[in-house]
């Protein structure tokens, strides 16, 4: 099956998540031990400079990688609806992108000891609880609106990863690391406003089905 540009690009932020894994979590160990392997192997050793170069400027890479991967996010669906492009395969594979790139950027910040666990189990758990709610609304054939909050809280989620993975680079360049924590309480009261009014709508459509 031929792929449409649109949902090319929702695969290609499928496929970032995990490069993003990898190059936050890799440790310093795993990098000195592929600099040793390569510089052992002729005409390849300057490759070995490279491998030294993206580890030394690690954070800066996982942002970009971050950042291409969330602004794919908004443009496959400008395009979709611009070229009208939306197919099912699009539907499907999107929101799972979405829930990928995010899950996999927190859970590596978790692991980094850059964010909070609990404040991370209730961002995601919002996630769940939302798509729990909008796949019975979707078999009820109910229609729930997405709330100001639902967006605000997808723009500060970015601004939130993206300053979180820059902890240590905001600490020498500006001499303050809490910017990336502080963002994150936004993005969990925003969540849960979010998850709120979205329950609320849930309810409200069940009791006009009843009636």
């Known amino acids: 099956m031929r792929l449409n540009l649109p949902t090319t690009l929702t695969v290609i932020r499928i496929f970032l998540a995990p490069l993003l894994v990898v190059v936050l979590?890799?440790?310093?160990?795993a990098t000195a031990w592929l600099v040793t392997r390569i510089e052992g192997l002729d005409g390849l050793r300057w490759l070995a400079g490279w491998v030294v170069w993206m580890a030394a400027w690690r954070e800066i890479i996982a942002v970009l990688i971050f950042l291409v991967a969330a602004a794919t996010d908004w443009l496959d669906g400008y395009l979709a609806r611009r070229r009208r492009e939306v197919t099912t395969l699009g539907?499907?594979?999107?929101?799972?992108?979405?829930?990928?790139?995010?899950?996999?950027?927190?859970?590596?910040?978790?692991?980094?000891?850059?964010?909070?666990?609990?404040?991370?189990?209730?961002?995601?758990?919002?996630?769940?609880?939302?798509?729990g709610?909008?796949?019975?609304?979707?078999?009820?054939?109910?229609?729930?609106?997405?709330?100001?909050?639902?967006?605000?809280?997808?723009?500060?989620?970015?601004?939130?990863?993206?300053?979180?993975?820059?902890?240590?680079s905001l600490e020498r360049w500006v001499g303050y690391s809490q910017l990336g924590t502080v963002s994150l309480w936004i993005v969990m009261v925003l969540a849960l406003l979010s998850m709120w009014h979205y329950f609320l709508g849930f309810i409200r459509q069940i009791d006009l089905r009843e009636e």
């Open 133 to 168: 709610m909008r796949s019975i609304a979707a078999t009820r054939g109910m229609v729930i609106e997405a709330s100001v909050w639902g967006k605000w809280k997808t723009v500060s989620q970015v601004v939130a990863i993206t300053l979180l993975i820059l902890t240590h």
């Open 91 to 131: 539907k499907l594979l999107d929101p799972i992108a979405d829930k990928l790139l995010t899950v996999s950027a927190f859970i590596s910040l978790v692991e980094l000891g850059l964010a909070p666990a609990w404040m991370i189990v209730v961002i995601v758990g919002r996630e769940f609880a939302v798509s």
């Open 25 to 29: 979590l890799t440790p310093p160990w």
